[in-house]
């Protein structure tokens, strides 16, 4: 069975930091990595995501992940933290054996917290 | 990217009504997804709609209160039906395009 797990409920950094948002993942094939973002009150957007390639991938407003197969991880990262990344995040999987027809199976979200 | 947009953006609702959500995208798309996001969790796949076919529901949900059109490629509406406080959730519409699927905004469902 495929699934996500975000171990924190809540990362916080400051400002200006370098910001990590931890994600791992279980499927039983290759798989289809993605990062969405919801600020309050919006849908979710979508930020990266890895398919096959280069194991660092890069998205929009600055972030990126890194594929990691052997710890089955997929950690969202930002060099330099900015107020307005303040959010929930949430990690999903696909297997990649399912193509468009696979549901999302996502993680439980991180709320990331940035202080001025 | 799909555009996607759904109305009504939030509602309320009294116990045992229903209310149904629209969902349109701005492109043809073989696909669409009704996903659940109850307060403070995560997002559920609640069916997987084909346009000409029935909706495919996952464990959990089922067509009696949770029917779904698609009359077609860039439309379709899901119903909750018989509500009761515990429906009380976001609910949003999904498309797959280049193997990424992208969210609408979201209605967001206050049942009483």
């Known amino acids: 069975a495929q699934s996500v797990a975000q171990p924190e409920d809540q990362v916080n950094v400051a400002e200006g930091n370098p910001l990590t948002v931890k994600c791992t993942y279980s499927?039983?094939?290759?798989?289809?990595l993605f990062w969405y973002v919801q600020y309050p009150n919006r849908g979710l957007q979508f930020l990266l995501k890895?398919?096959?390639?280069?194991?660092l991938v890069k998205g929009s407003y600055g972030f990126e992940a890194e594929f990691n197969k052997s710890q089955t991880s997929f950690h969202l990262k930002k060099p330099s933290a900015l107020v307005s990344d303040s959010a929930l995040y949430f990690c999903a999987v696909r297997d990649a054996g399912s193509g468009n027809t696979g549901k999302l199976i996502f993680g439980q979200g991180t709320t990331l917290q940035v202080k001025p | 990217s799909a555009v996607i947009s759904q109305k009504p953006s939030r509602d309320i609702c009294q116990r045992g009504t229903s209310l149904t959500i629209q969902c349109q995208v701005d492109s043809q798309v073989t696909m669409m997804f009704w996903y659940r996001q109850q307060p403070g969790q995560s997002l559920t796949l609640i069916a997987t709609?084909?346009?000409?076919?029935?909706?495919?529901?996952e464990s959990g949900f089922v067509i009696d209160k949770f029917p779904i059109s698609r009359p077609n490629l860039t439309f379709s509406t899901l119903t909750v039906s018989n509500m009761s406080p515990e429906d009380s959730s976001i609910y949003l519409c999904?498309?797959?395009?280049?193997?990424?699927?992208?969210f609408g905004p979201g209605t967001r469902l206050l049942v009483l």
């Open positions: 499927v039983s094939g290759n798989p289809y």
């Open positions: 999904s498309v797959s395009s280049l193997e990424t699927q992208y």
């Open positions: 890895y398919i096959t390639g280069d194991n």
């Open positions: 709609a084909n346009q000409g076919s029935e909706a495919t529901y």
